[in-house]
């Protein structure tokens, strides 16, 4: 039996921020928590109480991450057992060795030219200054006590539609911000010259992944702790591509002046780093995406649009949105 199958058989809560969201949550069977990332108490008690926890709300908030270690470590010390836990990191702890400006991997020596979550001592070497890496020490802290199973999962840029009844009104990170910035500058830019590399994966097969993380994990047969990293891969594609799709579809919808894409953002990890990745650990538990790549990524920019533009029109369009890149 694997996960997937008595899975139905556990008790399963969620933190929402909205009442409105917990009413959701508990006609779907969902035990509803309300609170928030900065509720530490609850988040410790609620993770106390369970066996599993998956973090997937903001890689950046470390007193989170910090009390829900510190629950699931209480709850080891009472029932003499080990939770799990699954935490989202994001690829651009990946980006600190990349100059950040947009040039061409064969230009950007000093980054590394692949990223693959099978060599545990290249990613221990990570500098503590990287995007998101105190919030991963977090983590591996708690793997060192060995109180507690960590999983880390690093997604790429993720596009795509994602399932269920919350996925209409959800969007990533990386490409909304792009769209968002073309919109604000009324032109689609790109870094430096805008062949700078990234991963991508779809957001229904990185679900998948955390699936198929929990089954091994429940079976004891993942990767896990120091070791236990997991880079999510579909394809590479350069920035400037995706600018470029970003310049077409504002410009076929009349809000910029061009659709040719042009240099212009500010150099940095975000948009003009080379982070490229392979999916070692997750391939050999089974694990393959199926929604495709860089191909449907830029075909999906047209959905990324209609949430940006809705977002603008609600009047929450200069908010920051939690990242996971």
């Known amino acids: 039996m694997t996960s997937r199958e008595y ?49 997937t709300a903001d890689c950046d908030h470390q007193p989170s991450a910090r009390a829900i270690v510190q629950g699931l470590s209480e709850r080891a010390a009472a029932t003499k057992t080990r939770p799990i836990l699954i935490h989202t990191s994001g690829a651009g702890v990946l980006s600190t060795n990349s100059k950040g400006t947009g040039v061409s991997l064969d230009k950007d020596p000093t980054a590394a030219l692949l990223w693959d979550d099978a060599d545990a001592a290249a990613h221990a070497a990570i500098p503590a200054y990287a995007p998101h890496r105190l919030v991963d020490l977090e983590v591996f802290a708690a793997a060192k006590s060995g109180l ?106 009349g809000l910029i002046d061009s659709p040719i894409a042009t240099t212009g953002l500010q150099a940095g990890w975000f948009w003009g780093s080379n982070v490229r990745t392979k999916c070692t650990n997750g391939e050999k538990l089974g694990w393959k995406p199926v929604h495709g790549g860089t191909k449907e990524m830029l075909a999906d920019i047209e959905w990324d649009t209609a949430l940006v533009l809705r977002l603008v029109a609600s009047g929450r369009g200069s908010r920051e949105s939690r990242s996971s890149a």
């Open 7 to 55: 899975v139905r058989d556990y008790t399963i809560a969620a933190l929402v921020r909205r009442e409105s969201d917990a009413e959701l949550m508990r006609e779907l069977g969902v035990e509803a928590v309300v609170g928030s990332l900065d509720d530490g108490d609850l988040l410790r008690r609620e993770s106390a109480r369970a066996s599993i926890v998956f973090n």
């Open 148 to 253: 507690v199973k960590t999983y880390l999962v690093v997604p790429p840029t993720v596009f795509g539609r994602g399932l269920g009844p919350f996925a209409e009104n959800r969007m990533s990170i990386q490409l909304p911000r792009l769209i968002y910035q073309s919109l604000a500058h009324r032109r689609a830019l790109y870094v430096g010259e805008g062949k700078a590399q990234w991963t991508n994966v779809h957001v229904a097969d990185l679900a998948e992944l955390y699936l198929v993380i929990l089954d091994a994990a429940v079976r004891g047969i993942a990767p896990e702790g120091l070791e236990g990293l997991y880079y999510p891969t579909s394809e590479y594609f350069t920035w400037s591509d995706a600018s470029d799709r970003i310049g077409h579809v504002l410009y076929a919808k």
